[in-house]
């Protein structure tokens, strides 16, 4: 499935999830947004249970996989919780392996018989059981890319990855910002602490995302900025209504702690980055 685009998204986006999964919205304590949205399965295993899908969950178990069974990504996201596994690096090994499984690299024997198709729910739930069991290829899947890369020969090729880690839901073929997250990111392919440029790649209007002009200063300060916001303990999805941004407002920062160095956040962050 060596494609950017999924021709069934439509059945995984947010609208299909309102319409037929959605629960209610839930919020950590105090806060106004309420940005976890919480869904119920309504049929298999996990058949009655309610959990709340982020939109990395949601690609990884579902279009990484080439998968539209938006009950089969809700129960995929139950399992990797109940086991304790990472559904974004969870998604990444299984599509890899369904790569390696259609090149003949993995086989039916390595997989205890299960087929590893794209666009297999039943792949996808099962490779999960593998890996948290550790059974078949599952042992050597749940070492993840290095390890992989280790015990099958030329399968380095087709891992999307950064020093071990797996890329997160923004192909940088489509934001070229994102490719120099990727590259510089101090603990690989993270979109988080990386720099996620989508944003200011694609609505505000200053950077062709197709272009390698101005990327540079741009992931520079994001980076900066989320070293500096970790510090705080400030959430990623209200920073900007609290004034934290690459040109922070002192406000809230000094009303909360009666200190004013928010001038100086920047250059924290960029001393912690660097």
């Given at each position: 499935?060596?494609?950017?685009?999924?021709?069934?998204?439509?059945?995984?986006d947010a609208r299909f999830?309102?319409?037929?999964?959605?629960?209610?919205?839930?919020?950590c304590f105090k806060c106004?947004?309420?940005?976890?949205?919480?869904?119920?399965?309504?049929?298999?295993?996990?058949?009655?249970?309610?959990?709340?899908?982020?939109?990395?969950?949601?690609?990884?178990?579902?279009?990484?996989?080439?998968?539209?069974?938006?009950?089969?990504?809700?129960?995929?996201?139950?399992?990797?919780?109940?086991?304790?596994?990472?559904?974004?690096?969870?998604?990444?090994?299984?599509?890899?392996?369904?790569?390696?499984?259609?090149?003949?690299?993995?086989?039916?024997?390595?997989?205890?018989?299960?087929?590893?198709?794209?666009?297999?729910?039943?792949?996808?739930?099962?490779?999960?059981?593998?890996?948290?069991?550790?059974?078949?290829?599952g042992e050597i899947l749940?070492?993840?890319?290095?390890?992989?890369?280790?015990?099958?020969?030329?399968?380095?090729?087709?891992?999307?990855?950064?020093?071990?880690?797996?890329?997160?839901?923004?192909?940088?073929?489509?934001?070229?910002?994102?490719?120099?997250?990727?590259?510089?990111?101090?603990?690989?392919?993270?979109?988080?602490?990386?720099?996620?440029?989508?944003?200011?790649?694609?609505?505000?209007?200053?950077?062709?995302?197709?272009?390698?002009?101005?990327?540079?200063?741009?992931?520079?300060?994001?980076?900066?900025?989320?070293?500096?916001?970790?510090?705080?303990?400030?959430?990623?999805?209200?920073?900007?209504?609290?004034?934290?941004?690459?040109?922070?407002?002192?406000?809230?920062?000094?009303?909360?702690?009666?200190?004013?160095?928010?001038?100086?956040?920047?250059?924290?962050?960029?001393?912690?980055?660097?």
């Open positions: 499935l060596q494609t950017a685009v999924f021709s069934e998204v439509d059945k995984i999830m309102k319409e037929n999964f959605f629960v209610k919205s839930q919020a106004p947004v309420a940005c976890l949205k919480v869904c119920r399965v309504k049929t298999g295993r996990f058949e009655g249970w309610t959990v709340a899908p982020e939109y990395e969950t949601i690609w990884a178990l579902g279009a990484q996989c080439g998968v539209s069974d938006f009950n089969a990504i809700l129960s995929a996201n139950l399992l990797c919780d109940e086991y304790g596994m990472d559904t974004i690096s969870t998604g990444n090994i299984i599509g890899f392996a369904m790569e390696l499984y259609e090149r003949g690299m993995i086989t039916p024997e390595d997989t205890g018989g299960l087929k590893l198709s794209f666009g297999s729910p039943e792949a996808v739930l099962g490779a999960i059981e593998l890996i948290a069991n550790r059974k078949k290829v749940a070492r993840g890319f290095r390890g992989i890369a280790a015990e099958v020969p030329g399968s380095e090729r087709y891992m999307m990855q950064v020093k071990g880690m797996p890329f997160a839901a923004y192909d940088p073929r489509g934001f070229y910002g994102m490719g120099l997250t990727y590259g510089t990111s101090s603990r690989g392919a993270c979109h988080n602490v990386g720099g996620w440029s989508i944003r200011a790649e694609l609505l505000s209007g200053d950077y062709d995302r197709f272009a390698l002009k101005g990327k540079g200063k741009l992931i520079k300060s994001i980076q900066d900025t989320r070293a500096y916001l970790d510090c705080l303990g400030i959430c990623t999805v209200v920073r900007r209504a609290l004034g934290f941004s690459d040109k922070p407002d002192p406000t809230i920062l000094n009303l909360v702690t009666g200190l004013d160095f928010t001038d100086k956040l920047m250059e924290i962050g960029e001393r912690i980055y660097n």
